[in-house]
């Protein structure tokens, strides 16, 4: 006689509803990334950027020789734009006049001429003159005629004699909010710079950036309201909270704003939105950064990057490219020449944002939906092919298929930034993990690990 076995019916339905879960957990959703012939790219993209100061190059002892590897390494990033400091003290005082050969000049006219050799875009940023430390003979206030007349002198030198045409972008004061404190002393001081470019003819040269606020929505608001006559390019600072932009916080501030500029301002179709200080305020002092040299900063300053596209902005610039930019300083892609000029983890994923999304591409915001994934596609200039960086901010795993409808096969070179596995060369620089056969038009299917970059480029 055959036994049977009886198995409880409690235990029966504790096996089934177990086998459902092993099976519901190997069967990923698959989170798509598409371009399809509705798809419109970001207008008027300038790219991605970083600050680049001369200010304290002597003071950290760059050489000649030096400044040719920090050339070598911005080339190779493929920068488009950077922003640079001026100060007004460097070239003027009132009881001496003009100095066009001080040392803070001079310093100046190397980083404007590798610019120019190099089809880089300037913005240049006149600090100020009201705190001790940027103060200038004769010009106490920055709403002051003189300092207009001063600014307006010395980039009609710069640009018009020594042929840094380059120089592409002025803006008035680093975060005025901080450095003036007085929305009218400052917006009356942009309208006179304004009036001098005009009276000179360098609007016909220059773009008026503002108001490059920080912590300070009104100050923005009130930019909008009362100089937006005055405004080429509208930006702001944005220090961001590792927790919210986690959730999209990022995005939602920039947002703000720039809808903002698009409901007052009916010239908005002919002006953009820069970032034009980006960085993380977890852990954030004026000269140092705490968790700079941390893996998590590559992955967290790609998310920003591109929530803020996500937002509207045409254009996010990293703070800062080095260390020898400002005295006793840690915030650069790469560490001062006293600690070997070594790269920082983040210069990993913010060099090939820079690189393999030029601003000859088509960027394409994608959407996947999901919390922890974000990503952006770039089609290359002259059909040479495409870029996709996806960050995945999540610590789970997660499946993605990316599709371009329409789209050839390509032969892709994959980048993996995670924290277990970055692959670079003898230079520092990052090298692909592998590369694959993709057939954009079929898609193809991908999994990214919990806090991760992947690039995925033609470019070689």
Known sequence: MKKILLIPINALIIFIFAFSQLNHAQIKEVFKLVIDPTSKPVEKFKGFGVEWDSRSYNLN?????????????VKWMGIPIVRIMMQTKWCYSQSTGYDWDSEGMKLLYRHLNFCKQNNIDVLLTD????????????????????????????????INKKGFTCIKYFSLVNEPNYEVGNFERWRNGFENVY??????????KIKLVAPGQSNDKKWFFDTVDEARFAV??????????????LAGGVYAELKELWDYAKSIDVNINKKQFFVTEAGMRDGQSANISTLIDDYYYGVFMIDFAIQAIHAGA?????????????????????????????????AFTWSLLTKLFPTSSEIYKLRPRSIQLRALGAKLKNGSGWSFCIVNVGNDSSNISIKVEGGKNYKFYKYLYNEKNIKTNQDGYPVPESSMEINLNNGEEIIIPGNTVIFLTTMK
């Open 195 to 204: 009036n001098s470019f005009v009276d000179k003819g360098l609007d016909k």
């Open 61 to 73: 002892g760059v050489t000649d020789k030096d400044f040719e590897l920090i050339g070598k390494r």
């Open 127 to 158: 600090w100020g003159v009201e705190v001790d430390w940027l103060a200038v003979d004769g010009i106490e206030r920055t709403d002051k005629p003189e300092y207009a007349e001063v600014i307006s002198t010395y980039l009609d030198y710069l």
């Open 232 to 245: 080429d390019i509208y930006d702001t600072h944005l220090y961001a909270w590792k927790d919210r932009t």
């Open 314 to 346: 045409t254009a996010v610039l990293a703070w800062m490219l080095d260390d020898n930019s400002h005295p006793d300083f840690k915030w650069g892609l790469w560490k001062d020449k006293n600690n070997g000029m070594g790269f920082r983890p983040w």
